[in-house]
């Protein structure tokens, strides 16, 4: 994904929306780059992607009809709980 530089926030990637410094919670999965901002939103994103029934507010409504297609897709499911479980461990272990 590209980056864009809107004013001074950068959106579309794993950088700090007010400082431009990239997020210490990233790192590969699926040939992408699986990023969060803190454990509250890796917790967040574990969570819709571990739900069995997945739901949202609309397009642009809410904060997993923004998350990347590849991370919603059913074939990736495993490799991105595992990589959400390595960012875990960066920020201290199992939030569960």
């Not at 950088?15 to 939103?41: I, M």
């Not at 059913?74 to 490799?79: A, F, G, H, L, P």
Request: charged residues 25%.
């Amino acid at each position: 994904m590209q980056t864009k530089e809107s004013g001074s926030k950068y959106v579309g990637e794993a950088v700090d929306v007010y400082f431009g410094l990239p997020l210490f919670l990233q790192t590969g999965c699926s040939g992408h780059v699986l990023w969060a901002y803190n454990r509250e939103h890796l917790n967040y994103i574990k969570d819709y992607i571990d739900a069995k029934i997945r739901t949202s507010e609309g397009t642009n409504r809410s904060l997993e009809s923004r998350l990347p297609a590849w991370m919603k897709s059913k074939q990736n499911r495993k490799d991105v709980l595992r990589t959400i479980e390595k960012l875990e461990l960066m920020i201290g272990g199992s939030t569960a």
